[in-house]
Structures are given as C-alpha cells and as structure tokens.
C-alpha cells in the first residue's frame, strides 16, 4: 500500500506503508543464530551440572582413571582446536572473496572435524568393549550422555559443512551463503569452547590426582 504526497517545494513523494516483497532485517539471522546458542548453552550447562553431580558415582565399576585415556582425547582436542582455525582461515578467504582458498580451507576442517569424531567413536567403542558401557555406573551414563550430546553436535556442523561447500560450489559466494558461512563459523567456535569445557572438568579432573 503506497500514497503519494506532495512537499512544500512542489515535489511529489512516495511513501510505501506496506512493502510487497521480502523483507530480511540486516543482521536478523546472526541475532536468532545467536539466541540459539544461548539455548545451547543452557543444554550444556544441565549436562555440566548433570555429571558434577553423578561424576564419582561408580556403583563398583571403573573409576574416570582407570578408563579415560589422555593421549588420545589430547590429540582429539588438537584435531578440534586446530579446526577452529583453519575455519577462521577459511573466513578471511571468504572476506576476501577467495572461493577457492575458502574452500581448501573448509575442506581441511572438515578433515579434522570427521578425524575427531573417529577417535571419538573410537573410544565409545572401546569402552563399551570392556564393559564400562553407559549402563554400567551413574558415572558413565553422565559421561556418555554429555561426550556424545557434543559429538553429536560437532557431527551436525559436519553436515551442515558439506551442504554449504556444495552451495557455495554451485551459486558461489553470494550474501546469503556468506550469512550461512558466518552462522557455522559461530557455532563451530561454540562446540570448541565448550570441548575445552568438557575436557578440563571431564578428562583432567577425573584422570588426574
């Protein structure tokens, strides 16, 4: 709906009180993007709490010591956090509209990210091969929920990582798929923020005297 006005100088002016087309408020995504992290955070948060209080319930079973093993979730953490910044390469590319170094570089997280969830599942299997399962003790039901509720999240941005590479690859770097970068970048960040969480209070704190 528009009408049309006339100033003081003689000139006429058009004023739209009701636009036809779509409409998206700059910044609009990155705003909800953001409130759903805090969302995610209240998840993690209960988990955190969750195992806080059920960490040393071993009901007679292996203690965090006796299954948890160092080196390797040290060098899963290193696979995660290095993908952190080669996503953050992969961003400066992006700005820079590099499509192909942007995709080398996504491509790269993408390898570390899939290399992480391999030693993870690695570790679920092994545990679960000795006995130390998520039914076995408080302990290891709170490990499992919490360890796996973030690998499940790390493998949702795994997916939405190759769906956005084959987007950019066919309509290349237009604003909405450098919106869409941006989001993924914001949540991969998060899921690393929140590992370093999980492997100091979960890992160190439970293997180390």
Same mark, same amino acid.
């Given at each position: 709906m528009s009408t049309t006005m006339t100033a003081d100088n003689g000139a006429s002016q058009t004023l739209d009180f009701h636009a036809s087309g779509d409409y998206h408020a700059p910044n609009g995504t990155l705003l909800g993007f953001w409130i759903y992290l805090m969302s995610?955070? $209240? *998840?993690? !948060?209960?988990?955190? !709490?969750?195992f806080g209080v059920l960490g040393r319930e071993y009901a007679g079973g292996p203690t965090a010591a006796q299954v948890l093993e160092l080196p390797i979730v040290a060098l899963n953490t290193t696979l995660l956090l290095f993908s952190s910044i080669t996503y953050g390469f992969a961003v400066l590319e992006m700005r820079?509209?590099?499509?192909? &170094? =942007? =995709?080398m570089w996504l491509a790269i997280t993408g390898l570390l990210g899939a290399g992480f969830i391999g030693?993870?599942?690695t570790e679920f299997a092994h545990l679960i091969s000795i006995g130390a399962g998520p039914q076995r003790s408080a302990f290891l039901s709170s490990f499992f929920t919490l360890v796996g509720t973030h690998g499940l999240h790390v493998t949702c941005g795994l997916i939405w990582l190759v769906t956005l590479m084959v987007q950019v690859s066919k309509k290349g770097l237009i604003p909405a798929n450098k919106r869409r970068l941006m989001c993924l970048s914001m949540f991969w960040h @998060? &899921?690393? &923020? *929140?590992? +370093?969480? +999980? @492997?100091?209070? +979960?890992? &160190? =704190?439970?293997? $180390?005297p």
């Amino acid at each position: 709906m528009s009408t049309t006005m006339t100033a003081d100088n003689g000139a006429s002016q058009t004023l739209d009180f009701h636009a036809s087309g779509d409409y998206h408020a700059p910044n609009g995504t990155l705003l909800g993007f953001w409130i759903y992290l805090m969302s995610d955070c $209240l *998840i993690f !948060a209960c988990l955190f !709490a969750t195992f806080g209080v059920l960490g040393r319930e071993y009901a007679g079973g292996p203690t965090a010591a006796q299954v948890l093993e160092l080196p390797i979730v040290a060098l899963n953490t290193t696979l995660l956090l290095f993908s952190s910044i080669t996503y953050g390469f992969a961003v400066l590319e992006m700005r820079a509209n590099r499509q192909g &170094l =942007m =995709m080398m570089w996504l491509a790269i997280t993408g390898l570390l990210g899939a290399g992480f969830i391999g030693l993870e599942l690695t570790e679920f299997a092994h545990l679960i091969s000795i006995g130390a399962g998520p039914q076995r003790s408080a302990f290891l039901s709170s490990f499992f929920t919490l360890v796996g509720t973030h690998g499940l999240h790390v493998t949702c941005g795994l997916i939405w990582l190759v769906t956005l590479m084959v987007q950019v690859s066919k309509k290349g770097l237009i604003p909405a798929n450098k919106r869409r970068l941006m989001c993924l970048s914001m949540f991969w960040h @998060f &899921l690393d &923020l *929140i590992w +370093v969480g +999980v @492997f100091s209070f +979960v890992y &160190l =704190m439970g293997v $180390l005297p």
